[in-house]
């Protein structure tokens, strides 16, 4: 577990996906849920800080993917806690449609191989709440605000302290050692549509991003994160 800031962790050593951990509010707050086989580290990390399951109260999605959601079930089973999420992403989470793919025809090369051929469904998890654009989460952080963030799915969301200038942005930029880049062309439902958030996540000039995939970008964040929108015609 690492500390980003006072009250907001991530989990380290999962196999794939970005989860968070937010401490302040009326009880503790996941940001996703990476994949299937990541619940026990996730827990394990929880009881290390000296907290126990049933002190998660709520888990909020970014985007109804795999490596987003895969230990989603086993974590409300561990933990009771509530899932959150947008309209649009609930009925992926509970299992009534298919992850959303981009069409085969939107997609060249590389892409167009490593896009799945099959469709996933997940078993059922219930959202027990509908999240906003726009909307502040009071009982989360001190004021948690949702942004809506669509094109990599198409009910992404992004989750905003306006105070503290922090942004947990999912997949809407992903973050390696080579650098920050656009996700996965296979794996985006509508690349246009992400760009254009991308706009709106560089226009809030955040102080610190935390990303799906990648560390944190703590230094310099608001000029970098700008001038890679510049660079992938985002501003």
Known sequence: MRRIVPDLYTFTGLPVGRVYLITEGDGLTLIDASVSIAAGAILRQIGALGFAPGDVRRILITHAHPDHVGALSALVHATGAEVWSSRLERPVIE??????????????GVARLMRPRGQTFYSRVL??????????????FGGLQVIATPGHAPGHLAFWHPERRVIIMGDVIMRFPTGMRLPFAAFTYDMAEN??????????????????????????????????AQRVGAR
């Open 127 to 140: 959202v027990a709440r509908e999240l906003r654009d726009g909307e502040m989460l009071h009982e989360v």
């Open 195 to 228: 760009i254009r958030s991308l706009r709106r996540v560089a226009r809030l000039e955040p102080q610190i991003a935390c990303f799906g995939h990648g560390n944190p970008l703590m230094v310099d964040t608001a000029k970098r994160v700008g001038a890679f």
């Open 95 to 108: 299992g009534a449609i298919p992850v959303p793919l981009p069409s085969l025809g939107s997609l060249r």
